[in-house]
Nanobody, 116 residues
Framework: QVQLVESGGGLVQPGGSLRLSCAAS????????MSWVRQAPGKGLEWVSD????????YYAESVKGRFTISRDDASNTLYLQMNSLKPEDTAVYYC?????????WGQGTQVTVSS
């Protein structure tokens, strides 16, 4: 069965960095576009970034452009999100999702808290 397991979240000070990982299994990872989506406390889901199958192109929300970098390692079936220059407004649960026209499978999420 399809499984997506995020890791790498935690507490970081403003201006700090974190690298999130998403381990995928149960499907041909290299054949799918993948996404990161986040949900801040008391708010709805916010799309963060996409990467296409093959990892040629990444797409970013304006709120994270220039600070976050999405990447993938198809050999290890892992999706990454490098987050730099973190701000308190980046505090959220971060989810990875598989794209099949629209996100169809989600991980359980990893908490990122940016606070001094």
């Amino acid at each position: 069965q399809v499984q997506l397991v995020e890791s790498g979240g935690g507490l970081v000070q403003p201006g700090g960095s974190l690298r999130l990982s998403c381990a995928a299994s149960g499907f041909t990872f290299s054949g799918y576009d993948m996404s990161w989506v986040r949900q801040a406390p008391g708010k709805g889901l916010e799309w963060v970034s996409d990467i296409n199958a093959g990892g040629i192109k990444g797409y970013y929300a304006e709120s994270v452009k220039g600070r976050f970098t999405i990447s993938r390692d198809d050999a290890s079936n892992t999706l990454y999100l490098q987050m730099n220059s973190l701000k308190p407004e980046d505090t959220a649960v971060y989810y990875c999702a598989r794209h099949n026209g629209a996100p169809d499978y989600w991980g359980q999420g990893t908490q990122v808290t940016v606070s001094s």
